[in-house]
DNA sequence: TCTAACTGTCATTGT
DNA sequence: TAACAATGACAGTTA
């Protein structure tokens, strides 16, 4: 494959932006970009786009490797943001730190007066910052005031990993770009724990809701690409928060507050550090809830299991007193038949059992009556219990 | 491709 | 009133 020579290195960003590359190639680009695992097809698709769009700028093979700091001036940053309106504050700083500038560079470049419009490190201009990608790939930014297009923007992102997939196929070993892909990550990164072959291909949806800010996204992010890292680590890194997410999450409110007075934090961070500390909180609750609605579960199933086992036992144990009760009459029958045959009248004769029973009365005493009395004495029984039940 | 389990996050409510 | 815990609901990821 032949290149352009190297002679471009110092083309002009917001031309390269504005003139290279269409917005179906961001698209394109972008799309890839999430995409760390590539197929065939789709490295083809790239490669084809790249060579249609940027046949007589870039040289891959200078990209490779390259630090953006050489490749983009900061003049060239600045025409950009000149041209695309407004840049989110924190993006922007981290796009630069990201790529080597040095911090009192970026800042100096930052509060050049007037060079910006809507561009600040001015706590006030921190205000609601939304992303998403337009249907043509660009990407729209938005702080609540103005709204701008950052085609650029996302497509330096794709751009790179243009770069790096080149890289991979015929350049092995692409630091550099690795650094320039850490903003986008660190926006919309929703595969921040999985190694980059594991990372999925992001439906245009996911696009959206990963450029959108953190706390409007349901930023159900679980992965990184590069490291291990939780979203909320990147972003407190990108910001940098002078404090570790677990320090932000486990320490007492009244560090914290000291903390946040001690430290001359922009409203940014101290909304960010928020954030970090309520979705960690949060994060430990929702474990202990189903960790206790788990045990919950669990319990009752073991209540259950409890409740049939003495179930089964007491329909053992109501079989043997039931046994146990029929033996019992069976010998008391028994008993009465044999005391019964045994008995005799006055004339010595042996009453019959159909017309004579044995009677215990209820202060002890025993007599051999007639049925008929039995029966009637019976009576008389039941309604003397029955009134005084009444009574 | 579908599904269930897991997980992080948000919104809400109660303390 | 602020801080926090608890929890239902939702949505993304993964096996």
Excluded at 58 to 68: C, R, Y
Excluded at 209 to 226: A, G
Excluded at 273 to 278: G, K, Q
């Amino acid at each position: 494959m032949n290149y352009p020579s190297s002679s471009h290195h110092n083309i002009s960003l917001t031309h390269t932006l504005h003139h290279c590359f269409s917005p179906h190639d961001a698209t394109l680009l972008r799309t890839d970009y999430f995409t760390q695992s590539s197929s065939e097809t789709r490295h083809l698709q790239r490669q084809e786009s790249f060579s249609q769009s940027s046949s007589n700028i870039t040289n891959p093979e200078s990209l490779h490797g390259s630090n953006l700091t050489a490749l983009f001036s900061a003049a060239d940053i600045r025409n950009l943001m000149a041209h695309d309106d407004n840049f989110d504050e924190i993006k922007l700083m981290s796009l630069a730190l990201e790529n080597g500038f040095d911090t009192i560079e970026v800042s100096q470049l930052f509060e050049e007066p007037g060079s910006y419009p809507g561009l600040s490190l001015n706590p006030s201009h921190s205000t609601t910052v939304s992303y998403s990608v337009s249907s043509e790939g660009a990407v729209e930014y938005s702080n609540g005031v103005k709204s701008a297009s950052l085609q650029g923007l996302g497509t330096l992102g794709g751009h790179c990993q243009e770069h790096a997939n080149y890289g991979h196929v015929e350049y092995p070993g692409d630091a550099e770009c690795s650094r320039e892909t850490t903003l986008q990550q660190f926006l919309h990164n929703y595969t921040y724990n999985q190694l980059p072959s594991q990372a999925a291909p992001a439906p245009a949806h996911h696009q959206q809701m990963w450029m959108k800010k953190p706390n409007e996204v349901k930023d159900r992010c679980h992965n990184s690409t590069d490291t291990n890292l939780s979203s909320d680590e990147h972003r407190a890194k990108a910001l940098r928060l002078p404090f570790s997410v677990d320090e932000i999450v486990s320490m007492p409110v009244d560090s914290f507050n000291t903390m946040i007075a001690k430290n001359h934090l922009t409203d940014t961070q101290v909304s960010l550090l928020r954030d970090i500390r309520r979705r960690g909180k949060n994060k430990v609750a929702a474990q202990n809830c189903r960790k206790r609605k788990l045990n919950a579960i669990l319990n009752l199933e073991e209540d259950v299991c409890n409740l049939q086992t003495q179930k089964e036992s007491l329909k053992k144990e109501h079989t043997q007193c039931s046994r146990s009760i029929s033996q019992m009459k069976q010998k008391l029958n028994n008993l009465y038949r044999d005391i019964f045959s045994r008995l005799k009248d006055d004339q010595g004769r042996p009453f019959n059992p159909c017309q004579y029973v044995i009677h215990c009365s209820s202060d002890g005493s025993v007599f051999v009556i007639p049925k008929h009395l039995v029966k009637s004495e019976q009576k008389q029984d039941n309604e003397k219990e029955q009134k005084q039940k009444d009574g």
